[in-house]
C-alpha cells in the first residue's frame, strides 16, 4: 500500500494546485501533529479550503481536516508570523524531485518548502533562501536544515525528461542493477512507474544492457507517462484494499479494480483519508484491548486479594475462638511461663516444659517460645496460635479478633473496588473501540450546507414559529434595520449601549406574547450585558415608525445607532443562551433563548456568561451533545465544525449552565 507521493505525483499535483491555490489567502495554519500542517485557506471564488502538508508523505487540499490543537506549537508561531495572511503566488516542484515549494508575499517574500522524501521536513525561508523555521531540525552530509543557515535542496537526481537516448544507454551500462531497477533508481521514477514504463516500451525489464532504439522507446514512454496527465486521478484496490493513488490509468493496474475521480487531489484526499483511517482504527483497536486487558487483570487481582482477606479474617477470628475454647488451659500456660521467667532463663523454661508431664504445660500443646518476641507458640486443635506472654489469654483473643475487624473492613473495599472494575469493564466493552476514540480523532469530510440569507446576522426561530434577527455589528444593524424591517415587523432593543438591533419577522401575523418573551432573551443575550456578566437587563419593543436614522438638531448618529420617538414597551431579559444541533439530512447548529431551542434542536446545552473562551466552550458543547447523543446520531454530531458553534456564541467569556 503506497504511503507517499512518488515524483510523478508530485509533478500530478503540482500541476492541480498551481491553477487552485494561485492568488489564495493564507488564513490559520495548524500543526496538527509532530509531521502534519493544517492550512486554511481563502481560494479566489471557492472560499474556505484546507491544504495539508505531512512530511514525508504529502500535499494536497483536503475536506477531512483533522481537529486543529489547543495550544501552537514553536513552528506553528513563527509561520503565523511570517506568512499568516499572506498571499500564494506561485507553487512549483524543485527538478523532478518529491519537493514542493510555495512563494508566498506578505510584505516580503517567502518560500514554504515541504520535503516528501525519507522522514520528510518543511522548511520557512525569506526570499534569499535563508531558513526562518523548520518543523524538523536536522544535520544532514552535505546540507544543514537549521535557522539562519541557506536553504539547500538535497543532491538532484537526473531529471527523466531531460536524458538523451545516448545518456540513459550509459545509465543502465553503469548501473549494476536491471532496466526497471535502474529507472526506479537512478532516475527516481520509483518501482510501480519503472514497471508501467516498460510495459509501455516493450523493452524487458529484467535486460541490464539496452541500445540506442530501446533506450528512445523508454523515453517516449516516460514523456507519454507525463502527457497522459490530465487532471484526473484513480484509487487502485486489491480486493476492497485502496493499494495505490495514481494521476493516470496505468497498464500495470489494468487487472485492478479502480475507482476514478475528477481532480488527483480528490484522489489523493481520499485515498490517504482511508489510510489514515485504518491506521487510526488498528492502533485504536489495539489500544482497546490493551485497556481492557489492563482491567481484567487488575479484576484477577482484586478478586485474589478479596479471597486473601477474607481467608485471614476466618483465620483470625478461627483464632480468637480458640483461645475463648481453650481459655483456662491458655490462661495457666501464660500464668505458669510469665511466673518461671522471673527465677529461670528461656533456655531453662523450655526445658522444663519439654520435660512436663503435667496436664497444664502438656509438651504437645506448647511448640515453641520465641525469647526475642517474648511469645510463645501454642498447638491448638491443630492450629498454631502465636501469644503474647505479657498479655492474658482474653487479651490475647481480643488482639485477634481486632485484627479479624481490619480485615473485613478491607473485604468491604476490596468489594466495592471489584464492582467499580466490573462496571469499568461493561462501560468499556459497551462501547467497544469508541471507548479510546477520542485518544485521536478520525479525519471527518466536512459537509456543506447551504445557508439561509438570513444567516448572515443573529437569528432564531421563536417557540411560535416567527423568524427573529439581531445584528453581528454596526454595519449588519444598519443593514437589518433599512434593508430587511417591515412596517409589520416588530423592533426589539436591550436597553444598555451596545446592544443589537433586533426585529421579529411577523408577516403579517399577531405575534404571541412567547415569541416577544423569547426575543427580549436574545437581544439582552447576544448585548454587551454578557460581556459584563449580567443575568438579566431591561429591553423594549416598538414599532417600525418609531425606529429613526434622523438624529435631532445638533446630534450625531453613530453607525448602527437608531432614534426611538414615542412609547417604548418594556419588559426584562434574561442572559442565557441555549445552543443546539439539529440532525436534518445536513446537521445544523442552531441558538437562541433556551424555550425555543428545547422544541427544535435534537440536542442542546446551556449556556450562561463566564470564563471560559470561545474555542473552549464550544469544543465542551460538542462534547456534551455526543455524550447525550445514541450511537447513530453520534456519527452525525462529529462532523460538525466547533467554529459552527462559536457563530452562535455571544462575546465574551461563558460556562455551561448548572440549572435544569
Sequence with gaps: MK?????????????ELKKILADSRISKIFQVTPDELKIQLNLPEIG?????????????????????????????????????NGIIREVKQLGFDRIIEFKIERVGEYYLIAELFGKGNVVLTEKDYTILAVMKPEKYKDRELLI??????????????DVTPEELVKIVSDSKSDVVRTLATKLGLGGVISEEICL?????????????????????????????????????????????????????????????????????????????????????EQKYLEKLGKLKARLEEQTQT????????????????????????????????????????????????????????????VKKILPKEGSVILQLNGEEIILDIKKSAGENANEYYSQAKKAKNKIAGA??????TKAEIQKIEELGEKAVYIEEAKPRKKTKRKKEWYEKFRWFISSDGFLVLGGRDATSNEILVKKHMTNSDIFIHADIQGAPAVIIKTEGKEVPEQTIKEAFDFAASYSKAWKHGIFALDVYWVT???????????????????????????????????????????????????????????????????????????????????????????????????????EFLPAGGSEISTKV
Excluded at 504511503?3 to 500541476?15: C, F, H, M, Q, Y
Excluded at 450562561?608 to 458543547?621: F, H, L
Design 3 to 15: 504511503t507517499s507521493l512518488n515524483s510523478l505525483d508530485v509533478l500530478a499535483i503540482v500541476k
Design 48 to 84: 474556505k479550503s484546507y491544504l495539508v502538508i505531512e512530511a514525508g508523505k504529502r500535499v494536497h487540499l483536503t475536506e477531512y481536516p483533522k481537529p486543529s490543537p489547543q495550544t501552537p506549537s514553536t513552528f506553528t508561531m513563527t509561520l503565523r508570523k511570517h506568512i499568516g
Design 148 to 161: 539562519h543557515r541557506e536553504y539547500n535542496p538535497p543532491p538532484q537526481k537526473i531529471n527523466p525528461f
Design 200 to 284: 509501455l516500451s516493450r523493452v524487458d525489464k529484467r535486460k541490464v544492457e539496452i541500445d540506442y532504439a530501446e533506450a528512445s522507446e523508454i523515453l517516449k514512454a516516460i514523456k507519454q507517462l507525463k502527457d497522459n496527465i490530465e487532471g484526473k486521478g484513480f484509487i487502485i484496490f486489491d480486493n476492497s484494499t485502496p493499494l495505490d493513488v495514481v494521476p493516470l490509468e496505468m497498464e500495470f493496474y489494468r487487472e485492478k479494480r479502480r475507482k476514478e475521480f475528477e481532480s488527483f487531489n480528490n484522489a489523493i484526499d481520499e485515498y490517504f483519508t482511508k489510510y489514515e483511517i485504518e491506521r487510526i482504527e488498528s492502533e485504536t
Design 306 to 365: 478479596l479471597q486473601k482477606y477474607i481467608e485471614t479474617e476466618k483465620k483470625l477470628r478461627k483464632k480468637g475462638d480458640l483461645i475463648f475454647q481453650n481459655f483456662g488451659v491458655v490462661e495457666d500456660i501464660l500464668k505458669t511461663i510469665s511466673e518461671a521467667k522471673k527465677n529461670f532463663s528461656w533456655k531453662e523454661i523450655d526445658r522444663r516444659i519439654r520435660n512436663s508431664q503435667g496436664k497444664i504445660l502438656a509438651a504437645d500443646l
Design 415 to 420: 468489594k466495592e473496588a471489584i464492582e467499580k
Design 544 to 646: 417600525p415608525e418609531q425606529v429613526s436614522k434622523t438624529a435631532e438638531h445638533g446630534e450625531y448618529l453613530a453607525k448602527g445607532a437608531f432614534i426611538i420617538r414615542g412609547k417604548k414597551n418594556y419588559g426584562s431579559g434574561k442572559v442565557e443562551v441555549a445552543i443546539g444541533v439539529k440532525l436534518d439530512e445536513t446537521p445544523k447548529v442552531i441558538g437562541g433563548p433556551k424555550h425555543s431551542i428545547e422544541k427544535r434542536a435534537d440536542y442542546y446545552v446551556t449556556i450562561v456568561p463566564g470564563k471560559m473562551k470561545s474555542k473552549e466552550i464550544a469544543e465542551k458543547i460538542k462534547k456534551l451533545w455526543l455524550q447525550m447523543a445514541s450511537e447513530e446520531d453520534r456519527e452525525k454530531i462529529r462532523i460538525i465544525n466547533i467554529e459552527e458553534i462559536q
